[in-house]
């Protein structure tokens, strides 16, 4: 079953890489990185072994923990990646759960990730290359140790597979794999000073993960090397009886799958009173801000542009610790310029569900106020704490009304611009129920290109209190800080009542049109 099992994998991997050319170069340049880190991995085993044995010993149990690690998370995180021969496709051959367990353990260890880590874990005998019997024990200790961070990794993700069914899990997932990819720059240089500021303690570190299932089977040929055989027995216990607790894991979760496959919870909760149409009034306004609150608060598109603002003002503090403070001072008017132009997918989120809108007969200034109104609840309390707790914290605070009356001047003028924006043309959006970080089909140049020009026209109409603000906060000048804040506000509120007019006008004489772009872009 073994050998059958293997022959499936790699025939289906050969049939993904001869599919499309560019997807076998791109697989042979990744393979020759891999190869490179190899390399470089197999030269720092060797030249550890020229260094104290307990320096070696401390490098192989953290990075042995943090491999250990990886292989538990990442399947996690990145679910789906690879389902060529997931559960799901296996379950409707009669094959015995433990016999299962053996072929996909193997598979799991000869598919491209276990044969990497193998050959790193085998390069790490070249570090006791001075160490006779750290030597001999090393390969055993590294098989070991591979073997344990195969069966760790099938084993989580089995016993995940019932939460991982729920649309809320993937969503999640999302989230952790994009906020990363947001602070890589921040994250790299904190983990810079924290390994120098930390670089003394890490011998303590890796002796706590020695005696843990992370890095017990890591530290085995270096305690043999260090004189600490009793330890390496004991060690040695504890890496068994994690992979035979592991092992174990994964053959009752997967028998429990092949029997009965999970499903997305269908809990229902009761519902109790109409939610936010008893907070709006019976109008059709506050029926459409009634309608996208409810929006607002379930669907994950949604919230997903709330997510880049926490992450700007990380990013603020980050640079605000390294002395550099400019992105702090205006975090406001940063926050106000993105939540400015949010309302120009509203439509595109709706999609086909715009025709029972268009059925109701709702103007079109009633869609575009309720659509506005319940972005500004959210966006206003936003931009005013985002433009005044740094300014008070900075010591800055006669520069406050200064800041607000650019920040508040962005986001309504951005409203008015973006109701015009929403009923003329449609962005391309993830459909309900993917992710809100996924890129959507259609996502065209002229797209961002239209959503860019929203934003240069949001600016250009902004541009009063723009000048009257920057001028206030260089000269001191409190009273035209407040100036800037007026005209801000008025200026800002003049735009937004204006777009909404016009956009709503736009709204009713383009309805259909907008409903059948909206229908052919989902295929319906």
Not at 370 to 375: E, F, H, N, P, S
Not at 438 to 454: E, H, I, Y
Not at 461 to 472: D, H, N, Q, R
Not at 497 to 508: K, N, Q, S, T
Request: glycine share 10%; net charge positive.
């Amino acid at each position: 079953m073994v050998a059958h099992l293997l022959r499936l994998r790699f025939r289906l991997l050969a049939n993904g890489l001869l599919r499309s050319p560019w997807v076998l170069i791109s697989v042979i340049l990744g393979a020759l990185w891999g190869l490179m880190i190899l390399v470089g991995v197999v030269i720092g085993m060797v030249s550890l072994s020229f260094t104290a044995p307990d320096v070696a010993w401390t490098v192989a149990v953290l990075a042995g923990s943090v491999t250990l690690l990886g292989w538990i998370v990442l399947p996690l995180v990145l679910r789906g990646l690879d389902q060529s021969l997931s559960v799901s496709k296996l379950r409707s051959f009669p094959i015995p759960p433990q016999r299962l367990v053996v072929a996909l353990l193997f598979v799991g260890l000869l598919g491209i990730p276990g044969l990497v880590t193998l050959i790193a874990a085998l390069s790490t005998t070249l570090t006791w290359l001075r160490e006779p019997l750290a030597l001999v024990a090393a390969p055993f200790a590294a098989v070991l140790a591979v073997v344990t961070c195969v069966a760790a990794s099938r084993a989580f993700e089995s016993v995940g597979a019932a939460l991982a069914a729920g649309r809320r899990y993937r969503e999640v997932m999302g989230v952790l794999v994009f906020v990363p990819l947001m602070l890589i720059g921040p994250i790299i240089a904190f983990a810079g000073t924290s390994i120098a500021a930390i670089s003394e303690q890490l011998p303590r570190i890796a002796a706590v993960l020695s005696w843990t299932p992370l890095g017990a089977a890591w530290s085995i040929p270096g305690d043999l090397a260090l004189g600490r055989p009793l330890d390496a027995l004991a060690k040695l216990g504890i890496a068994l009886a994690t992979l035979a607790v592991l092992l174990l894991l994964w053959w009752r979760s997967l028998g429990r799958l092949l029997v009965a496959p999970p499903t997305a919870s269908g809990r229902s909760g009761r519902s109790k009173g109409l939610g936010f149409f008893n907070v709006f009034p019976a109008t059709p306004t506050g029926a459409v801000a009634a309608r996208t609150s409810v929006y607002w608060m379930r669907d994950p598109r949604y919230g997903g542009s709330l997510i880049v603002l926490p992450l700007i003002a990380l990013i603020a503090v980050f640079l605000a610790s390294t002395g550099s403070t400019w992105m702090l001072v205006v975090l406001g008017p940063i926050v106000a310029a993105t939540l400015a132009i949010t309302l120009c997918a509203e439509v595109s989120y709706d999609g086909t569900a715009f025709a029972a809108h268009l059925s109701t007969g709702v103007s079109g200034a009633a869609d575009r106020a309720g659509r506005v109104i319940t972005l500004g609840i959210l966006a206003v309390p936003l931009v005013v704490a985002a433009t005044a707790i740094p300014l008070a914290m900075l010591d800055m605070a006669r520069d406050i009304p200064a800041f607000l009356g650019i920040g508040l001047g962005l986001l309504l003028t951005g409203f008015g611009v973006s109701s015009v924006a929403s009923a003329r043309f449609l962005m391309p959006v993830p459909a309900a129920g993917e992710s809100p970080f996924k890129t959507p089909p259609g996502t065209t140049f002229m797209a961002q290109l239209s959503m860019f020009v929203a934003w240069a026209i949001v600016f250009a109409l902004a541009l009063p209190e723009l000048v009257l603000g920057i001028i206030a906060a260089t000269t001191g000048n409190a009273v035209l800080g407040f100036v800037a804040l007026a005209i801000g506000l008025v200026l800002g509120a003049v735009f937004m009542l204006v777009g909404i007019r016009m956009g709503g006008a736009l709204l009713e004489r383009r309805g259909p049109e907008l409903l059948a772009s909206l229908r052919k872009a989902r295929g319906a």
